[in-house]
């Protein structure tokens, strides 16, 4: 069993950064490829980005490309998600999970946090 917690949520004015963090716990933290979801009021969760088990290859998405970055530190059993130059589109709640590989398909993530809530006035 895996167990993540998200944090480093919160309110950001447009244009301005925030750092995700997620801490795992259960197994070894470095089996497991990691990924970021998101998902706004009336909309679908929507990938944001994915990290292997090594950290040496990431998944992201068009939306985010050039703005967000995926990183993880295995002696520290977390993983992150640099947030830079935030839109009011980024408004979410933000979801870290756990696959055996990396992968853009939810279905995929075998264990998931319970989520942080991302705001971006304007």
């Known amino acids: 069993q895996v167990q993540l917690v998200e944090s480093g949520g919160g309110l950001m004015q447009t244009g301005g950064s925030l750092r995700l963090s997620c801490a795992a716990s259960?197994?070894?933290?470095?089996?497991?490829?990691m990924g970021w979801f998101r998902q706004a009021p009336g909309k679908e969760r929507e990938f944001v980005a994915g990290?292997?088990?090594?950290?040496?290859?990431?998944l992201n998405t068009d939306s985010v490309k050039g703005r967000f970055t995926i990183s993880r530190d295995n002696a520290r059993n977390t993983v992150y998600l640099q947030m830079n130059s935030l839109k009011p589109e980024d408004t979410a709640v933000y979801y870290c999970a756990a696959a055996f590989a990396s992968t853009r398909i939810a279905s995929e993530y075998v264990y998931w946090g319970q989520g942080t809530q991302v705001t971006v006035s304007s």
């Open positions: 259960g197994r070894t933290f470095s089996s497991y490829a």
């Open positions: 990290i292997s088990r090594s950290g040496i290859s990431t």
